[in-house]
């Protein structure tokens, strides 16, 4: 019996994924969702373009440093000083790779680039040269390969393999292939360039058209030995590839596809988890693999089913991608130890410290509540994890007042740094813009409000409210999370962290 195809996951989370609106995240979050994906079992990590911005730069050469497991990969494009600076960013990973690209399609070459087929294919040799003198692992990307030519990609990868390249990547940019295509394409190289044994054939698929997932199954089916994509499917436009839906497509369906990857699938719950707090971006509930209702048997039949046989209707256990049997936890009666072992069972490894602030927090929310739910848990952690013992703003009180014929007004009692409190009321058109109001007053920012959502933790109507405000701020977009039993007070929190963020400079 033949071993089973091991396909390479290629995650771009920090690169592809941070680089869409919403999904910002700075030197601290990129470093917690680096150590995730580590534990997660990718196989290479694309941690950023480093000579996007100096927090790219930055960004890589910390991941670089500090993240042992996977190959960690910088994205360079085809010029000297781009690779070279990928170069300084990747250098001291254990297993560095540098992915230089550059686009290929008639589209790109004659409108973005204004360059021959002659010139692409002799700036793409000189990129993987260039980059070839650093490193021994290089990728190549034709960008929008997808719509580029056949004669002229069979042309570029094959110049780009003699060249060095280890990995020639084939992306779908703009989400346009469907699968059929996209299978024939991967196809189409390995039986017409000559060299193509000699590097890893990669799919790289946008979701503009909802074909990412399928698209890249396609790309495996036809001879492709890795897959890029990212958590939760973030990414340009309508995203990339979702890791956790295409891992569990090749597990679930072993039987077709006859590939294994590396993934330890009992993380992806918690990973997909971490990225939703880090980036204040949620899944939607009906969210394949790890959305809220991806487990959930509603019809009566199929309840029934579920009791009488699992598999009549489930076809993937939800242990097996990382979410836990029970969703009712702890009560007031329950000690530090229990919360640390529920934490961790929740993808949650706490520090002392950190467990003893969630600890008084949990014990808080008995006193309110008389079921602490996993919903709780979770948003009382990551609400922790978000604060930076830096914060500038601490709230020490606040009271709001409003109803029917009177104008509402919100006061605030803020701490700045060690000691100073200061306090201010303002009135508003609801109590929340009565509380923004405030803010301002005492803080100097102007804090423009873009987004706004509040989410329920969990069930009943004492459950708490998870608030996600999104603040423009002098032309740059800052997140802020708040959770508590009164989503007044959860909005205040977000609007604090927000304010936090600016005068940290993080975003
Ligand atoms: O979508 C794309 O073409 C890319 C390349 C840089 C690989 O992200
Ligand atoms: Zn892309």
Same mark, same amino acid.
Not at 210 to 215: F, M, S
Not at 267 to 280: A, D, E, K, Q
Not at 316 to 327: I, N, S
């Given at each position: 019996m033949s071993s089973p195809r091991r396909v390479l996951i290629f995650d771009t989370t920090l690169r592809d994924g941070e680089q869409s609106p919403g999904c910002s995240m700075n030197l601290a979050e990129k470093l917690e969702m680096a150590g995730a994906l580590a534990e997660l079992g990718v196989d290479?990590?694309?941690?950023?373009?480093?000579?996007?911005?100096?927090?790219?730069?930055?960004?890589?050469r910390e991941i670089s440093r500090t993240i042992r497991g996977p190959v960690i990969c910088g994205l360079a494009r085809c010029n000297d000083a781009d690779i070279d600076r990928a170069w300084e960013a990747l250098q001291h990973a254990i297993r560095p790779r540098i992915h230089v690209f550059l686009a290929t399609s008639a589209i790109h070459r004659e409108f973005k680039l204004r360059m021959t087929t002659d010139e692409i294919v002799a700036r793409a040799v000189a990129g993987v040269q260039r980059a070839k003198r650093h490193c021994d692992d290089i990728e190549f990307s034709p960008e929008d390969a997808a719509r580029t030519e056949h004669d002229f990609l069979c042309?570029?990868?094959?110049?780009?393999?003699?060249?060095?390249?280890?990995?020639?990547?084939?992306?779908?940019?703009?989400?346009?292939?469907?699968?059929?295509?996209?299978?024939?394409?991967?196809?189409?190289?390995?039986?017409?360039v000559p060299n193509i044994d000699r590097a890893v054939i990669s799919v790289h698929c946008h979701n503009d058209l909802?074909?990412?997932?399928?698209?890249s199954l396609s790309g495996v089916e036809n001879g492709a030995g890795q897959i890029e994509c990212t958590i939760n499917g973030i990414g340009e436009r309508a995203g990339n590839c979702a890791l956790e839906e295409v891992v569990m497509a090749l597990r679930t369906r072993h039987d077709?596809?006859?590939?294994?990857?590396? #993934?330890? $699938?009992? %993380? *992806? #719950?918690? $990973?997909? %988890? *971490?990225?939703?707090?880090?980036?204040?971006m949620q899944v939607q509930r009906n969210k394949a693999i790890v959305g809220r209702n991806a487990f959930a048997h509603e019809a009566g039949i199929h309840q029934d089913g579920m009791l009488k046989e699992r598999r009549t209707y489930e076809?993937?256990?939800?242990?097996?991608?990382?979410?836990?049997?029970?969703?009712?936890?702890?009560?007031?009666h329950s000690g530090r130890a229990a919360l640390a072992d529920r934490a961790r069972a929740l993808g949650f490894e706490l520090t002392g410290d950190q467990l003893q602030r969630v600890f008084d927090d949990f014990k808080r929310l008995c006193d309110k509540k008389k079921e602490v739910y996993d919903g709780d848990l979770i948003a009382m952690i990551e609400g922790r994890l978000s604060e930076s013992p830096r914060d500038e703003w601490q709230l020490i009180a606040f009271e709001v007042a409003s109803g029917s014929g009177r104008r509402p007004m919100a006061r605030l009692t803020l701490r700045r740094g060690a000691q100073e409190v200061t306090e201010e009321s303002a009135d508003g058109d609801g109590p929340i813009d009565a509380a923004f109001l405030a803010a301002e007053r005492i803080t100097g920012l102007k804090l423009h409000c873009k987004d706004f959502q509040v989410r329920s933790t969990s069930l009943g109507h004492d459950a708490q409210a998870d608030v996600t405000l999104e603040i423009e701020h002098e032309g740059k977009t800052y997140r802020g999370r708040g959770v508590s039993t009164d989503s007044v007070e959860a909005t205040v929190k977000a609007l604090l962290n927000?304010?936090?963020r600016i005068a940290s400079g993080a975003v």
């Open positions: 290479i990590m694309e941690a950023g373009f480093p000579i996007a911005s100096p927090g790219d730069f930055e960004a890589v042309r570029v990868v094959e110049a780009a393999i003699d060249a060095g390249a280890t990995t020639v990547n084939i992306p779908d940019t703009v989400g346009y292939a469907t699968p059929q295509q996209m299978g024939a394409t991967i196809a189409m190289l390995r039986n017409r909802g074909l990412a997932v399928a698209n077709f596809y006859g590939c294994e990857t590396a #993934v330890n $699938t009992r %993380r *992806l #719950v918690p $990973t997909s %988890r *971490l990225l939703s707090s880090i980036t204040g076809i993937m256990a939800p242990e097996d991608v990382g979410f836990q049997k029970t969703d009712l936890v702890l009560g007031k927000a304010a936090n």
